[in-house]
């Protein structure tokens, strides 16, 4: 909607981060602290840490509620073709991939390479991501970053030569966020669609005849837990689904649509830019028609904000976190979170009594 060129998928995403893991398996330090068969696990959890993402990812989850990670971890057990490669390499196996997937920390360090501060899947997709968008913040040098960590006692660490990766890492992926993830115009584009999703949740529950194939989406309504229902809903499935929802006699959801299809953006207004007066007006109009998000920007989340540090080993041997080491992160830990809160809201709201 917003960036024409990020065509891209989490096909082609996920084969990135199968690759990276396998550079990251070049790196002789590394390496040597796993066995085959930990090596083959990261791999494979690599190539399938996003397999439970839904039709247009977050939105449907939300609303229907399903977590991908959990619906990964499913498909990886109970798919009948994925669970036969996986049992080749034994019948533990795919249980193992799935543990990893949802972080229940019997690999911790697989985990982290997987999902961590500096792991694979980020620095796979914010190069991607800035490659297709077109921007240019989010250039990671991962090559640098890949040979320069380490693992000392069970921890992951990097040596303090790639310092100045690490830092233009952390700032790449505060910009990535800050211009492209949070953009306005694809906020915006994102809480119509969840409106879509809700009004249709909504009118399914309450019974409404509604055009078009709506099988799948009652079922899964009704159903979360579907799995087979679950994966015949992908992108294709739910932008044909709009197409037919606009000939639904619901004003609501056929105005929703129209604006997601017809490209019409709701009015954004940083909150702390309106009025209290224009505020109370806008929230008196029906809530489908209007939103106020909240998006926390951040450059580096250390162990008292939920995180594992980023640790650094000095020539010495010392390991400290970061923000020890590099006073270009410190001071930017020292100015805080940026927190955006934006009003979304639709400016001509339709008559509902007609």
């Given amino acids: 909607m917003v960036f024409a060129c990020a065509e891209h998928s989490r096909f082609i995403h996920s084969l990135g981060v199968y690759e990276l893991a396998n550079r990251l398996l070049n790196n002789a330090s590394v390496v040597k602290l796993f066995s085959e068969r930990e090596q083959v696990l990261l791999l494979a959890s690599c190539l399938l840490h996003d397999l439970g993402h839904g039709a247009f990812s977050h939105a449907f989850e939300s609303t229907f509620k399903v977590n991908h990670e959990k619906i990964g ?7 009948p073709e994925i669970r036969q490669i996986l049992d080749g390499v034994d019948s533990r196996f795919a249980v193992d991939v799935s543990q990893v997937i949802l972080k229940e920390s019997k690999y911790p360090l ?6 961590g501060q500096i792991d694979v899947d980020r620095l796979d997709y914010l190069r991607r991501d800035a490659y297709f ?16 960590l380490r693992i000392e006692n069970g921890q992951i660490v990097f040596k303090e030569s790639g310092i100045h990766a690490i830092e233009n890492y952390l700032i790449s992926r505060y910009h990535m966020y800050c211009q492209v993830y949070f953009h306005k115009t694809t906020r915006g584009y994102e809480i119509i669609l969840e409106k879509i999703y809700q009004r249709i949740y909504e009118l399914v529950r309450q019974g409404t005849i509604l055009p078009g194939d709506t099988s799948l989406i009652t079922q899964i309504t009704n159903h979360p837990d579907d799995l087979i229902t679950y994966l015949k809903i992908d992108d294709s499935y739910i932008h044909t689904l709009l197409v037919s929802l606009m000939d639904c006699q619901d004003l609501i959801l056929k105005t929703l649509i129209g604006d997601l299809l017809h490209r019409k953006l709701w009015k954004a207004i940083d909150l702390n830019k309106i009025s209290e007066q224009d505020l109370e007006k ?13 998006t926390s920007s951040f450059t ?6 939920g995180q594992t540090p980023i640790y650094i080993l000095s020539e010495d041997g010392k390991i400290s976190p970061i923000e020890q080491v590099s006073p ?27």
């Fill in 300 to 305: 580096y989340i250390d162990l008292e904000g």
């Fill in 328 to 354: 270009l992160i410190n001071s930017l830990i020292m100015s805080g979170t940026k927190t955006d809160l934006v009003l979304f809201y639709r400016e001509e709201t339709p008559d509902l009594r007609r």
């Fill in 282 to 294: 806008i929230k008196k109009q029906n809530p489908f028609f209007w939103a106020i998000q909240g």
């Fill in 73 to 79: 971890a499913r498909i990886i057990q109970e798919n």
């Fill in 110 to 115: 697989i985990e982290k390479l997987v999902s």
């Fill in 133 to 148: 968008t077109g921007v240019s913040y989010g250039y990671v040098d991962f090559e640098r970053i890949l040979r320069v």
